[in-house]
Nanobody, 115 residues
């Protein structure tokens, strides 16, 4: 079992930046992919970005060029740098760890983009 804890959310004005962090603990060696998802009120949970153990990255079209995912294996951390934030980026952001067994989710961190 992998335990995930997100941090770094908050209120930011349009055009601003935030950096989300996710700390992983537990069965770290089972992790194949780390990802960030988001869910806005009344909408489905969408994949935002992911990075594999081989550092293969993926970005959803709606964040390409604005968000950057990175991982620090020495600290068991994954980050999401979010720049040029827009009101439509407002959502709860979740960290996800995937491997051979059932995936794990963090509790989520709220990101609100508003003037």
């Amino acid at each position: 079992q992998v335990h995930l804890v997100e941090s770094g959310g908050g209120l930011v004005q349009p055009g601003g930046s935030l950096r989300l962090s996710c700390a992983a603990s537990g069965s770290i060696r089972q992790i194949v992919r780390l990802a960030w998802y988001r869910q806005a009120p009344g909408k489905q949970r969408d994949l935002v970005a992911s990075v594999t153990t081989g550092t293969l990255v993926y970005y959803a079209d709606f964040v390409k060029g604005r968000f950057t995912i990175s991982r620090d294996n020495t600290k068991n951390m994954v980050y999401l740098q979010m720049d040029d934030l827009k009101p439509e980026d407002t959502a709860i952001y979740y960290c996800n760890a995937a491997g051979p067994g059932p995936g794990s989710w963090g509790q989520g961190t709220q990101v609100t983009v508003s003037s």
